[in-house]
C-alpha cells in the first residue's frame, strides 16, 4: 500500500462509525508497506535468514526465533550492529538453563565506549537544552576529543578498572562525556540526578564507595536556580572512599569550593591534556559497567550491577530494532540521571543518532517547550512518561496545530501504563501518522520486557509486543502460563542484560531473592499483567510493594527513614493508590498519644522527604489512622492496605497479626479527592 493511501485508509479507520470504543477493537495507526520495507527490522529479517539459511518471514516469526534460537539472534544482532569486540570466543551461553548462573559470550572482551565513540566528524552527538538558560551543541568529533581529554585525567588521578564514579548530575552533556571517560577505562558510572537529597544520595554512593564524584554547582527548575554545592559537601562529608571531586560549573561560572573536599572544577581538571586517540580498556562481556539501584522497598536501595556487554546488546536491539533508529536520528527521552532511561538513551549514540538532552521543568516556561525543542532541533524519537502526556492533555495544548513535527516519526511512553484515553490524545493532538509505542521494563534489566513494533499496528490502550530475545510470558501462582488473563510478568530463559549481580553480595543471595524466590529457575519481574490474543500486554500496576508515582519507581522504606524521625508519629505505611490514570503516593501515620496530625506537621513532613528523599517521593496524602496491620512475624503488611484502598479482595488474611487492622483503611473519604 502507498504511503499517501495508508493515509487516506487510516483517516477512514478512525473516522468511521464501525469503530466502537473499546480497546480491544479499535487500531489508531498502521505502518505503509513502503515504512514497513525501510524498516530496520525488514532488514535484520533478511540479514537473520541469510546469516543461518532460515525462512522468518515476518515479525511474529522472528520473535519466535529470538526465543527458541536466542544465541543466533544475539549473534544475529551484533553482525547488523557491527559491535566491535576484541574477540567474542567460541561460546555464546554458558549455562543456558540456569537462571540466574547462565553467562553470556563468556570468552568476549569489549569496551561499552568504544562501540559508542565510533564517529568522530562535524555532526551533531549531543544537542543540550538546561530550560531557557544554557544552550550547548556537541559534534562527535567533540565529544570524542572531550572523553580522551577526560579520561587521561581521570588516569592521571589515579583511577584504574574497577573503580567507582560517582556522578551527581543533571541530564548534560557533561555527565555522558564524564561517563564514557570512565568506562574507556573500565572504572565503573553510579548516578543520582541533582535533586536527590543527601541521604538518597548516601543511601546509594556509600554502599559502594567511589573513588571519584562527578557534580554540579547547581541546576536550573522552573525558571529558578537550585544550589547544589551544600548538598555535595555534606554528601563527601560521609564519603571518604572520594579522593577527587570534580565539579562542574552550570547555574555559574565561579562556584565557591572552599568548603568541598578534593574539589577542581572541570576546565581546571583536563587542562593539561590534549585530545589524542583513546586507548579503550577491553573487558570481559561481563565487566561491570554501571551500578543501578533498586527502589528501596525493604532497606537502603539495592545496588544492581550491569555488565557492560549485556547492557550494549539489550539496548541496541531497542534502538535499532522496536525503535527503528538510524545514523542522522535525533532521538530524546526527558529523563534524569536518576532513571534507567538516561543509561538507555546514551546508548543511542551507538546507531551514529544525535541524542537531544534536556533538564528542568517540562512545563517551564509553558507546557510547549518541549515540543519546542522537537520542532527546533528535527527530533525524531520523542521519548517520555505517561505522566507527562496526561499533563500535556490537561493543559489543554494541542502540538499538532502549534508546532511543526513532520520529522517526528515515533513517540515512546513509560514509566507508568499508558491508558486507552492517553493513547486517543496523543494521535489526536500530537501527531495522527507516527508510531506510538508504550514500552515497560525496569532498572533490572537495564531495557524492556515490552515495548513497541514499528512493522505493527498500535491497539488503543496496548503494548505492541514482547521483546526481541526475551522469552516473556504471564503465570499465575501455581506456574501455569495464562493468556487473556492476569497474572505475574516472567520470563522464562536467560538474555544479555540480566544483572551480573548486586554489590556486595557475594553469595548471591540478595540478587536470587529478588527475582527467583517466586518460580524456580524464571525471572518474575513484579508486574501485574496480562498478554492479550494479539501477543501484545496490558499493565495494571505492581504485584508488590514498589511505588510508582509519575512512572518512577520508588521504594516505602526510603520514606519510613525520614518519617520516622518525628517524635509525634509512632509509624507509617505507605501504598501508591490509583489515581487519574497514575500512581499517588499516600502515607498513613500512627500518631504517639497526646499529638494530632495537623497541617503544620503534615507539612513538616513533606519538607523532610522532600530534602532527604526526592519531590517524587513526597505524599500526596497523609492520613492518620488507629493501627497498622502486620504479619505474625511482626512486618507491616502494604499490599494488603493498597488492596482494602483499591477495593480487592485480601487474601491470606490468616497470615495477619492483626487482621481487625484493615477497617481503618476502608472506603476512607481523604482517598476519594
Same mark, same amino acid.
Not at 113 to 124: F, M, P
Not at 295 to 322: D, M, N, Q
Not at 343 to 362: E, I, K, R
Not at 645 to 654: A, L, S, T, Y
Given at each position: 500500500?502507498?504511503?499517501?493511501?495508508?493515509?487516506?485508509?487510516?483517516?477512514?479507520? /478512525?473516522?468511521?462509525? %464501525?469503530?466502537?470504543?473499546?480497546?480491544?477493537?479499535?487500531?489508531?495507526?498502521?505502518?505503509? @508497506?513502503?515504512?514497513?520495507?525501510?524498516?530496520?527490522?525488514?532488514?535484520?529479517?533478511?540479514?537473520?535468514?541469510?546469516?543461518?539459511?532460515?525462512?522468518?518471514? @515476518?515479525?511474529?516469526?522472528?520473535?519466535?526465533?529470538?526465543?527458541?534460537?536466542?544465541?543466533?539472534?544475539?549473534?544475529?544482532?551484533?553482525?547488523?550492529?557491527?559491535?566491535?569486540?576484541?574477540?567474542?570466543?567460541?561460546?555464546?551461553?554458558?549455562?543456558?538453563?540456569?537462571?540466574?548462573?547462565?553467562?553470556?559470550?563468556?570468552? %568476549?572482551?569489549?569496551?561499552?565506549?568504544?562501540?559508542?565513540?565510533?564517529?568522530?566528524?562535524?555532526?551533531?552527538?549531543?544537542?543540550?537544552?538546561?530550560?531557557?538558560?544554557?544552550?550547548?551543541?556537541?559534534?562527535?568529533?567533540?565529544?570524542?576529543?572531550?572523553?580522551?581529554?577526560?579520561?587521561?585525567?581521570?588516569?592521571?588521578?589515579?583511577?584504574?578498572?574497577?573503580?567507582?564514579?560517582?556522578?551527581?548530575?543533571?541530564?548534560?552533556?557533561?555527565?555522558?562525556?564524564?561517563?564514557?571517560?570512565?568506562?574507556?577505562?573500565?572504572?565503573?558510572?553510579?548516578?543520582?540526578?541533582?535533586?536527590?537529597?543527601?541521604?538518597?544520595?548516601?543511601?546509594?554512593?556509600?554502599?559502594?564507595?567511589?573513588?571519584?564524584?562527578?557534580?554540579?554547582?547547581?541546576?536550573?527548575?522552573?525558571?529558578?536556580?537550585?544550589?547544589?554545592?551544600?548538598?555535595?559537601?555534606?554528601?563527601?562529608?560521609?564519603?571518604?572512599?572520594?579522593?577527587?571531586?570534580?565539579?562542574?560549573?552550570?547555574?555559574?561560572?565561579?562556584?565557591?569550593?572552599?568548603?568541598?573536599?578534593?574539589?577542581?572544577?572541570?576546565?581546571?581538571?583536563?587542562?593539561?591534556?590534549?585530545?589524542?586517540?583513546?586507548?579503550?580498556?577491553?573487558?570481559?562481556?561481563?565487566?561491570?559497567?554501571?551500578?543501578?539501584?533498586?527502589?528501596?522497598?525493604?532497606?537502603?536501595?539495592?545496588?544492581?550491577?550491569?555488565?557492560?556487554?549485556?547492557?550494549? /546488546?539489550?539496548?541496541? !536491539?531497542?534502538?535499532?530494532?522496536?525503535?527503528?533508529?538510524?545514523?542522522?536520528?535525533?532521538?530524546?527521552?526527558?529523563?534524569?540521571?536518576?532513571?534507567?532511561?538516561?543509561?538507555?538513551?546514551? !546508548?543511542?549514540?551507538?546507531?551514529?543518532?544525535?541524542?537531544?538532552?534536556?533538564?528542568?521543568?517540562?512545563?517551564?516556561?509553558?507546557?510547549?517547550?518541549?515540543?519546542?525543542?522537537?520542532?527546533?532541533?528535527?527530533?525524531?524519537?520523542?521519548?517520555?512518561?505517561?505522566?507527562?502526556?496526561?499533563?500535556?492533555?490537561?493543559?489543554?495544548?494541542?502540538?499538532?496545530?502549534?508546532?511543526?513535527?513532520?520529522?517526528?516519526?515515533?513517540?515512546?511512553?513509560?514509566?507508568?501504563? /499508558?491508558?486507552?484515553? !492517553?493513547?486517543?490524545?496523543?494521535?489526536?493532538?500530537?501527531?495522527?501518522?507516527?508510531?506510538?509505542? !508504550?514500552?515497560?521494563?525496569?532498572?533490572?534489566?537495564?531495557?524492556?520486557?515490552?515495548?513497541?513494533?514499528?512493522?505493527?499496528?498500535?491497539?488503543?490502550?496496548?503494548?505492541?509486543?514482547?521483546?526481541?530475545?526475551?522469552?516473556?510470558?504471564?503465570?499465575?501462582?501455581?506456574?501455569?502460563?495464562?493468556?487473556?488473563?492476569?497474572?505475574?510478568?516472567?520470563?522464562?530463559?536467560?538474555?544479555?542484560?540480566?544483572?551480573?549481580?548486586?554489590?556486595?553480595?557475594?553469595?548471591?543471595?540478595?540478587?536470587?531473592?529478588?527475582?527467583?524466590?517466586?518460580?524456580?529457575?524464571?525471572?518474575?519481574?513484579?508486574?501485574?499483567?496480562?498478554?492479550?490474543?494479539?501477543?501484545?500486554?496490558?499493565?495494571?500496576?505492581?504485584?508488590? %510493594?514498589?511505588?510508582?508515582?509519575?512512572?518512577?519507581?520508588?521504594?516505602?522504606?526510603?520514606?519510613?527513614?525520614?518519617?520516622?524521625?518525628?517524635?509525634?508519629?509512632?509509624?507509617?505505611?505507605?501504598?501508591?493508590?490509583?489515581?487519574?490514570?497514575?500512581?499517588?503516593?499516600?502515607?498513613?501515620?500512627?500518631?504517639?498519644?497526646?499529638?494530632?496530625?495537623?497541617?503544620?506537621?503534615?507539612?513538616?513532613?513533606?519538607?523532610?522527604?522532600?530534602?532527604?528523599?526526592?519531590?517524587?517521593?513526597?505524599?500526596?496524602?497523609?492520613?492518620?489512622?488507629?493501627?497498622?496491620?502486620?504479619?505474625?512475624?511482626?512486618?507491616?503488611?502494604?499490599?494488603?492496605?493498597?488492596?482494602?484502598?483499591?477495593?480487592?479482595?485480601?487474601?491470606?488474611?490468616?497470615?495477619?497479626?492483626?487482621?481487625?487492622?484493615?477497617?481503618?483503611?476502608?472506603? /476512607?473519604?481523604?482517598?476519594?479527592?
Amino acid at each position: 500500500m502507498a504511503e499517501g493511501l495508508a493515509i487516506i485508509w487510516l483517516n477512514n479507520l /478512525l473516522t468511521r462509525d %464501525a469503530i466502537v470504543s473499546d480497546q480491544d477493537t479499535k487500531i489508531l495507526w498502521q505502518p505503509s @508497506d513502503d515504512r514497513i520495507r525501510q524498516t530496520n527490522i525488514t532488514a535484520f529479517i533478511e540479514a537473520v535468514e541469510d546469516d543461518w539459511a532460515t525462512h522468518i518471514g @515476518d515479525f511474529d516469526g522472528l520473535y519466535k526465533f529470538s526465543i527458541e534460537e536466542n544465541e543466533r539472534f544475539w549473534q544475529s544482532l551484533i553482525d547488523f550492529a557491527g559491535v566491535s569486540a576484541e574477540t567474542w570466543g567460541k561460546v555464546v551461553l554458558e549455562n543456558p538453563d540456569q537462571m540466574p548462573g547462565a553467562t553470556w559470550f563468556p570468552e %568476549a572482551k569489549l569496551s561499552y565506549a568504544e562501540n559508542l565513540l565510533r564517529r568522530r566528524d562535524g555532526a551533531d552527538a549531543l544537542v543540550f537544552w538546561g530550560e531557557d538558560q544554557v544552550k550547548k551543541r556537541f559534534s562527535y568529533k567533540e565529544l570524542y576529543d572531550e572523553v580522551s581529554r577526560l579520561a587521561q585525567a581521570m588516569q592521571a588521578a589515579g583511577l584504574v578498572a574497577g573503580d567507582r564514579v560517582g556522578a551527581y548530575m543533571p541530564n548534560m552533556p557533561e555527565t555522558i562525556v564524564a561517563m564514557l571517560a570512565a568506562n574507556s577505562i573500565g572504572a565503573i558510572w553510579s548516578s543520582c540526578s541533582p535533586d536527590f537529597g543527601v541521604q538518597g544520595v548516601l543511601d546509594r554512593f556509600g554502599q559502594i564507595e567511589p573513588k571519584l564524584v562527578v557534580a554540579c554547582d547547581g541546576y536550573f527548575y522552573n525558571g529558578k536556580s537550585h544550589d547544589n554545592i551544600a548538598k555535595v559537601t555534606a554528601v563527601l562529608a560521609e564519603l571518604p572512599s572520594v579522593e577527587t571531586t570534580l565539579i562542574v560549573p552550570y547555574s555559574r561560572q565561579n562556584p565557591p569550593l572552599e568548603d568541598v573536599p578534593h574539589a577542581v572544577l572541570w576546565d581546571d581538571f583536563i587542562a593539561d591534556f590534549e585530545a589524542q586517540d583513546i586507548e579503550f580498556n577491553r573487558l570481559p562481556f561481563n565487566h561491570p559497567l554501571y551500578i543501578m539501584y533498586s527502589s528501596g522497598t525493604t532497606g537502603v536501595p539495592k545496588c544492581i550491577v550491569h555488565g557492560a556487554g549485556g547492557t550494549l /546488546l539489550k539496548h541496541l !536491539s531497542e534502538h535499532l530494532l522496536h525503535c527503528d533508529e538510524k545514523p542522522g536520528d535525533r532521538v530524546f527521552y526527558f529523563t534524569t540521571c536518576g532513571w534507567m532511561m538516561w543509561n538507555w538513551l546514551v !546508548s543511542g549514540l551507538a546507531c551514529q543518532a544525535t541524542l537531544l538532552l534536556y533538564d528542568g521543568s517540562p512545563f517551564y516556561p509553558d507546557g510547549n517547550v518541549l515540543f519546542d525543542f522537537a520542532e527546533a532541533e528535527g527530533m525524531t524519537l520523542f521519548g517520555t512518561s505517561a505522566k507527562y502526556i496526561d499533563a500535556v492533555k490537561k493543559a489543554g495544548l494541542e502540538p499538532a496545530k502549534t508546532h511543526n513535527l513532520e520529522k517526528l516519526k515515533a513517540m515512546a511512553s513509560t514509566g507508568s501504563p /499508558l491508558v486507552p484515553e !492517553s493513547f486517543d490524545f496523543v494521535y489526536e493532538n500530537i501527531k495522527q501518522d507516527f508510531h506510538l509505542a !508504550s514500552i515497560s521494563g525496569g532498572t533490572d534489566i537495564v531495557g524492556c520486557f515490552v515495548l513497541g513494533n514499528p512493522v505493527a499496528p498500535v491497539w488503543r490502550g496496548e503494548i505492541q509486543t514482547r521483546a526481541l530475545g526475551m522469552a516473556v510470558d504471564v503465570f499465575d501462582h501455581d506456574g501455569n502460563s495464562l493468556r487473556e488473563e492476569a497474572g505475574d510478568l516472567v520470563c522464562t530463559k536467560p538474555f544479555p542484560s540480566m544483572p551480573v549481580g548486586f554489590w556486595a553480595d557475594d553469595d548471591g543471595a540478595k540478587y536470587k531473592a529478588a527475582y527467583f524466590e517466586d518460580y524456580e529457575n524464571v525471572w518474575c519481574h513484579g508486574d501485574w499483567v496480562e498478554l492479550t490474543a494479539r501477543g501484545g500486554m496490558v499493565i495494571y500496576g505492581r504485584s508488590d %510493594a514498589t511505588l510508582n508515582p509519575g512512572g518512577v519507581r520508588i521504594g516505602t522504606a526510603e520514606i519510613y527513614r525520614q518519617v520516622e524521625q518525628f517524635d509525634e508519629v509512632i509509624e507509617g505505611l505507605c501504598i501508591g493508590q490509583i489515581w487519574e490514570g497514575d500512581t499517588r503516593v499516600v502515607l498513613f501515620v500512627v500518631m504517639r498519644e497526646g499529638f494530632e496530625l495537623a497541617g503544620e506537621l503534615q507539612d513538616a513532613i513533606r519538607k523532610r522527604i522532600r530534602q532527604n528523599c526526592t519531590p517524587r517521593h513526597v505524599p500526596a496524602k497523609i492520613i492518620a489512622v488507629p493501627d497498622i496491620p502486620r504479619t505474625k512475624s511482626g512486618k507491616i503488611t502494604e499490599l494488603a492496605v493498597r488492596d482494602i484502598v483499591e477495593g480487592r479482595k485480601i487474601k491470606n488474611k490468616e497470615a495477619l497479626a492483626n487482621a481487625d487492622a484493615l477497617q481503618h483503611f476502608e472506603n /476512607l473519604d481523604e482517598l476519594q479527592h
